[in-house]
């Protein structure tokens, strides 16, 4: 047994010696590389998270096309293109705060930090407008939902996924912002430098990913049936 | 039994010196610990309660099935009994078992690291678990589930009127604790390995776990979002699967055992990677076919997921989508299989010592077996309308989950107790203990083969009196397994107390964590090991094992 | 992603490029394509994830364990969407199992 294990050398003491490694580490590049490892594997489960809303949307569309397409008309295209650009502009300032990281300009990245969470509070505050109409509509699934036209059984269905999926991207948002929200307060503390700022960038990797997920919910529930007169 | 010396210095037991035991008092050290082997045990004593919590649910279904009529409890009552069985069980017992008790506190031992990747995070998880544990409970408290622990719709969404939503709530908050039990694993063991540990160096207990944690992370935010879908639809009246709206509530079954049939494989892959360990201490030989095992690990984990529909035969899914998933659960019996054939072929000709780890890993290997094959009868789909929805299934999953999965953990718990407490348990008690447990594991569970077959439905409060002998041989059975399970409780804690001081290395094992004392520091390695050689490397020399 | 600078301009001709396909995509989506208005959405917003994957999140410069994480994960969300529509697109092939 003492052949297949040979302790470490005395030159190598086996725990780390730069500043703001975590003890489980030996350097600072294996704890990054684990870090971003981290929130990519995270954010492969967020995939699949999704993912059990995105089957079924796939599978009802299927089944009912033109019920989704007539229905889907009833969102508010303007607002839901408006707001994809809010969220595309949103991921430009992330990217620009992760650079700024990089590039050691703290007040850029508070900056570009703050710009990001108020477009995503702008996004929320255009989904709260949409969500307001389709309540005053009588397009929220339940006792009071009301759809005028064929197939409102498939209509609701077609609602039901829109409040879901929307709903839940709106939540992640939240949190988005609200993991924000502690980076501008460590930032401004100093706490990062161009050698170790592996938090804004795994937090900027979040908030992309965000994002893709509403490059996908913007067509799939608001560009159906456009064509169709 | 051949005796066996440990080739270096035999160590002897040493007086206690500062330990992950030891090192600091008090509960807020424990509670905010961030050592991986201290949230191990905080893990050990959850899962332990949640095991006898469904234990206790059990030997009430049990009872009531001493008498073919439904005279203990109401049928209502019944449906709710067998569902917390079942929901604690499976979410609260056998998912986190192995790799949050064993898993955490070997894994970063075994690959030379300090801790896992993220130790916050894994104490996180552990409060996780528990808080979903807790909502668990208050359903246990305030007359529980009924709907089974697979939660079909429309029952769940739309008439059942059980605490559907606080159970739902407390699996899906437990989720988010192996997902980043899973997340942690994949991280660590890709990133922290020591020096000269490449991937075919890992111990086969690493390889199970890899596998396991690549279902944790791809399968669990399924079930996560599908319970959130029945809780919205069940709260918010989104009705997502409701017939009525032409939504469909196969459609939720789909979503369920997307998730549901790789759990399965989270139960019991950790299981065979403590096999493979036991098999190669107590044969003292290496592994026949490592990389056969390793590949056979993540073929599992990856075939697994493909065949979900095979619970789904009779339910109105499309014949053909059937067929389809009929072969391929056959073929994911085959890595399966090929494991069987290693362990064994590893015995032959070694040098077996008949130690409780050893006698567990003998049970494992042949119930599984047995449940194997059986599964074997439930993937081909005509057998399968025959036995669906009857106790052939129920004793299927009841060989592999607890004839092998809670086999394994049994084994690997009394394997590494040495390490893990500092002590040797009682040899005599725990062969005795495993024995009963054998015993009564079988009489619980053989009968219940021919019950399915006979045409006897599962989640049936009452049955045909034809019946009855059957079901009191399984229920006599079960009291003797109850017993079986009590006994390590009694004496694994008097151990922690009263056993004898355990050496670094009792079983002359290779691995790196059998290099450190027992119990180890909380740093595990005072310097960072080199690994240049391979995992099991038994010489074929006499040895002999302290204690 | 570890040290490599992504230069600014770079993120700008991304940007450009997202707010361009986001405006065609909307665009398009009135004209009367038939089946394929589903596929040149899907594909532009395919198009749209790519370029924030590869520059934003900087995946472009990971090692290649990260692009395998990715593709791992949404390959297998395509077996859990594939396997499901295989029950509902052939539930009507066999006649007598409407």
Known sequence: ?229 | MSAVTVPPVPEAPVEPRVNYLNATYGLKSWLLTRDHKRIALLYLGTVTVFFFLGGLFAVLIRLELLTPAGDLVQSETYNKLFTMHGVIMVFFFLIPSIPAVLGNFLIPMMIGAKDLAFPRLNLLSWYIYAVGGLFTLWAVVHGGVDTGWTFYTPYSTTYSNSYVIVTAVGIFITGFSSILTGLNFIVTIHTMRAPGLTWFRLPLFVWAHYATSLIFVLGTPVIAVTLLMVGVERLFHLGIFDPKLGGDPILFQHLFWFYSHPAVYIMVLPSMGVISEIVTTFSRKNIFGYKFVAFASLAIAVLGFLVWGHHMFVSGQSVYAGLVFSILSFLVAIPSAVKVFNWTATMYKGSISYRTPMLYAFGFIGLFTIGGLTGLFLASLGLDVHVHDTYFVVAHFHYIMVGGAIMGYMGGIHYWWPKISGRLYPEGWARFAALVIFVGFNLTFFPQFILGYLGMPRRYHAYPEEFQVLNVMSSAGASILGVGYLLPLLYLVWSMRYGKQAPANPWGSTGLEWDTPSPPPTENFAVTPVVTGDPYHYSPEEVEVVG | MAQHIVPRKIYFAVFTALIVLTATTTAISFLDLGPWNTVVALGIAFVKATLVVLFFMHVKYSPRLTQVTIAGGLFWLAIMIALTLSDFMTRGWLPILK
């Not at chain 1, 508070?110 to 397009?139: C, N, P, Q, R, W």
């Not at chain 1, 005028?148 to 991207?169: C, R």
């Not at chain 1, 503390?189 to 992309?208: A, Q």
């Open chain 1, 1 to 229: 047994m003492a052949d297949a294990i040979a302790p470490a050398t005395p030159a190598d003491p086996g725990h780390a010696t730069e500043p703001g490694v975590q003890h489980q580490f030996d350097t600072m590049e294996q704890q990054r590389e684990a870090s971003s490892f981290g929130m990519w594997v995270f954010l492969v489960t967020e995939i699949l998270f999704f993912g059990g809303l995105f089957t079924v949307y796939t599978v009802y569309r299927h089944q009912y096309p033109r019920a989704f397409a007539e229905a889907s008309r009833h969102l508010d295209i303007a607002l839901g293109t408006f707001n994809t650009a809010v969220l595309i502009v949103s991921s430009l300032t992330m990217a620009l705060a992760v650079w700024s990281a990089a590039v050691g300009r703290r007040k850029a990245i508070v900056v570009f930090l703050l710009l990001t969470m108020a477009l995503g509070g702008v996004f929320l505050g255009v989904k709260a407008v949409e969500y307001t109409h389709k309540f005053h509509d009588h397009l929220v699934p339940g006792p009071s939902f009301h759809f005028p036209g064929p197939n409102p059984g498939n209509a609701e269905l077609f609602f039901s996924l829109y409040f879901t999926m929307t709903g839940l991207h709106a939540a992640h948002m939240i949190i988005g912002i609200g993991i924000l929200t502690v980076l501008v307060f460590k930032t401004r503390k100093g706490r990062y430098t161009p050698e170790y700022h592996n938090p804004i960038e795994v937090s900027g990797l979040y908030w992309h990913f965000v994002d893709i997920v509403w490059i996908f919910l913007f067509p799939l529930l608001y560009l159906i049936g456009r064509h169709i007169h």
